[in-house]
């Protein structure tokens, strides 16, 4: 059974990329010292990385954007030998990668004990990415192999689309991963009721973590509140709440919960309901 820590992870002002990995690491090593299997951090938790460079950067939405790609490379490599060093799988949270058509879009990389890397793209962005901060949608809906099985994520707001996670889970997901990053209690609830009815709906547990603390300085993440939190199918082997864990409220921690990916299998055999097979029925009200 794998173990997962999903981070409540507080946004810093860090001036020198030193401080970032320290950072890191001490997040990587107490989870890894807690014997966590997968590594869940936020969305967006990379924009503490703005603080590296001068205000007129950090303050400027499109400015903070194209000087974080100088980084990329270095953000790569670290968590790249973290996941190896350790031999763990870690959802390092989102980055916004300059594409070479000029488009800014977020992905979610994720890596793996052997050395690889991936990424899903976000799919759908707020009004607040699309309108103000430029970043363009993700096309291509990717799961991930891990010894334990599939896995897929759901990148924030993705979580409020049920289809995303559908096709991912029929695709033999039974474990999907949410990095978030909301800037009031409604946006944290609405992507943590997302989780929910998603883990509900499919039958799967579903991972949230969410970006804490404040930032005033930073033009774009300048509020963060939420709490991780596992959730399962709502039924017999699981808790009635569908909460396996979750966190104390915009303090920053680790969350961890041990997942029975058989117990997924098993509830949608043998459920008390067959949420996950009674999906593509239709219902003909004519």
Known sequence: MPKIASAQYD??????????EAKVRRWVDEAVTNQADILLF???????LASLFAK??????????????????????LFKSLAVNHGVYIQAGTFPVKHSNGEFRNHAYFFTPQGEVDFQEKLTMTRFENEQWHISRGLEIK???????KVAINICYDSEFPHYARLQVERGVALILVPSC???????????IGCQARALENQCYVVQASLVGNAPWSEAVDLNCGAAAIYTPVDRGFPDNGI???????????????????DVTRVRLAGQVFNYQDWPKQFDCE
């Open 244 to 262: 396996l864990a979750i966190g104390k409220y915009n303090v920053p921690q680790w969350v961890y919960a041990e997942l029975d990916l058989a």
């Open 56 to 77: 007129e950067v950090y303050s400027s939405l499109s400015g903070q954007l194209d000087a974080l790609q100088t980084l990329l490379p270095d953000y790569l490599a």
């Open 42 to 48: 936020p969305e967006y938790a990379c924009m503490e």
């Open 11 to 20: 946004i810093s002002f860090l001036e020198t990329w030193g401080n970032f």
């Open 182 to 192: 909301t800037d009031t209690q409604a946006g944290y609830y609405r992507v943590r």
């Open 143 to 149: 799961t991930f192999d891990t010894v334990f099985g």
